[in-house]
C-alpha cells in the first residue's frame, strides 16, 4: 500500500501532459519529414522546416 501511495503522490499530470505533447509533436515531425523526402527535398531544408536533426533525416532517409 505505501508503494501504490508514493506512486500515486509522486505523480505529475503536468509532466505527463507536457512529455505527451512533445512526443506528438515529434511523431509529427517525423511523419511530416518522411513526406518530404519522398518529394526528394535536400535533407538541410527538411531538417530546419521541421526543427529535426539533420542526422535524424538522414536516419530516415536510409529507412525508407
Known amino acids: 500500500?505505501?508503494?501504490?501511495?508514493t506512486?500515486?503522490?509522486?505523480?505529475?499530470?503536468e509532466d505527463y501532459?507536457?512529455?505527451?505533447?512533445?512526443e506528438a509533436r515529434n511523431e509529427m515531425a517525423l511523419e511530416v519529414a518522411k513526406n518530404m523526402l519522398?518529394?526528394?527535398?535536400?535533407?538541410e531544408t527538411i531538417a530546419e522546416c521541421v526543427e529535426l536533426p539533420v542526422?535524424?533525416?538522414?536516419e530516415l532517409?536510409?529507412?525508407?
Not at 17 to 22: A, E, G, L, P
Not at 61 to 64: H, K, L, R, T, Y
Open 38 to 43: 519522398k518529394k526528394a527535398i535536400p535533407i
Open 7 to 13: 506512486c500515486l503522490t509522486e505523480f505529475n499530470q
Open 55 to 58: 542526422e535524424k533525416i538522414k
Open 17 to 22: 501532459d507536457r512529455r505527451r505533447r512533445r
Open 61 to 64: 532517409a536510409v529507412e525508407n
Open 1 to 5: 500500500m505505501e508503494i501504490l501511495n
